[in-house]
């Protein structure tokens, strides 16, 4: 009897053990994933940024990395307010991961500012240098690389083919959130060649929904305007705003990126944003193999796209030229 029950406690131990052990592996587990962090600068809700989001956990997925699996990513977004992202820098900092996502400038910005140490992979910015990120594109320094959007010679290319699209066209209004540092460098270059244009520019500044109707309101009341959108939180977070107000008056108008055409916008051009999250998860996964930030050169975009939405040159009562539908990326009818 005895015996008996001296098996059926060992029994019960090594039951008891058994079933314990698949709780303490995946406790282990746990506790060596990997840890990532993600800073964006617009808001939870936006399609945009969700479709963002995807593209890189999906290029993660492809390199070996699963969220809740090996790796654990904790997500923030800015909703292009300042305050907003300044406290998500922080809190992503004090969670100490492995390396960070800065999703835009003023994410880049606010996270440098609460560490040197921990890595930080930017997308969505202009000029790294002149942002004092690096010194050199080629090998940075410090703690922080990753992928540019745009050259401010862009500037140029977006009055060129606006003016292309509009032959009738005299005044542009440069609409611009004036707390983004990168607003003057594109300026400069458009300011360059309105000249040769025969165009007269109006700096728009603007912070807020308010402020976008009121200038976009202003320069329709005179003929033969037109706008030209620069990047920032500010007007991807109220592109809706922009795109209706720019309907409303019948202006033209030029943006950075395929979605505001694709929302109804006239014209874009600028570089592939998705594509940046995809490399941006590739340089993640270097750093968490090992790679340090100064063997990841910062890289510029590799291919730049002009798309044109023909419902909204229809209702705004304009033909494209043949010879610019001819060197367009896509056209949304």
């Known amino acids: 009897m005895q015996f008996d029950q001296l098996k059926r406690r060992e029994f019960i131990t090594l039951l008891s053990g058994a079933a314990a052990w698949p709780l303490a592996a995946r406790a282990q ?12 600068i617009v808001h939870e809700s936006d399609p945009e940024a969700q479709g963002w989001m995807k593209e890189f956990t999906q290029h993660l997925q492809q390199l070996g990395w699963a969220d809740g699996r090996n790796i654990r990513i904790d997500v923030r977004f800015g909703a292009a307010d300042a305050m907003r ?6 809190e992503l900092v004090e969670l100490h991961p492995d390396v ?24 969505h910015v202009a000029d790294p240098v002149s942002a004092g990120f690096v010194t ?13 959007n745009f050259e401010f010679s862009i500037g140029g290319k977006w009055l060129q083919l606006l003016k292309d699209c509009t032959p009738a066209v005299s005044r542009i209004a440069v609409v611009f ?8 460098a594109y300026l400069r270059t458009i ?4 000249p040769s244009f025969g165009i007269k520019l109006t700096p728009a500044s603007v912070r807020d929904a308010t402020e976008i109707n009121q200038r976009i309101t202003a320069i329709a009341r005179e003929p033969n305007g037109a706008a030209i959108v620069f990047p920032s939180p500010v007007t991807i977070q109220h592109r809706e705003t922009i795109i209706a107000a720019a309907a409303e008056h019948r202006l033209p108008a030029m943006y950075p990126y395929r979605f505001f055409t694709v929302d109804g916008g006239l014209m874009s051009y600028g570089a592939l944003v998705p594509d940046s999250y995809g490399r941006a998860a590739s340089y993640a996964d270097r750093i968490l193999r090992g790679a340090k930030v100064a063997e990841l050169p910062v890289q510029q975009p590799t291919k730049y796209e002009l798309v044109i939405n023909l419902k909204t040159a229809k209702a705004l009562g304009l033909e494209v030229p043949a010879t610019l539908l001819a060197t367009t990326d896509e056209t949304i009818e």
């Open 85 to 90: 992202i300044s406290t998500a820098a922080t």
């Open 191 to 194: 300011e360059a060649a309105a």
């Open 100 to 123: 960070i996502i800065a999703g835009g400038l003023a994410a880049a910005v606010a996270l440098r500012q609460q560490t040197l140490s921990i890595p930080i992979v930017f997308v």
């Open 136 to 148: 050199n594109l080629a090998r940075p320094e410090g703690n922080i690389t990753g992928f540019t």
């Open 29 to 40: 587990q746990a506790d060596s994933a990997r840890h990532i962090g993600f800073l964006s």
């Open 177 to 184: 959130d004036p707390t983004n540092p990168s607003w003057a």
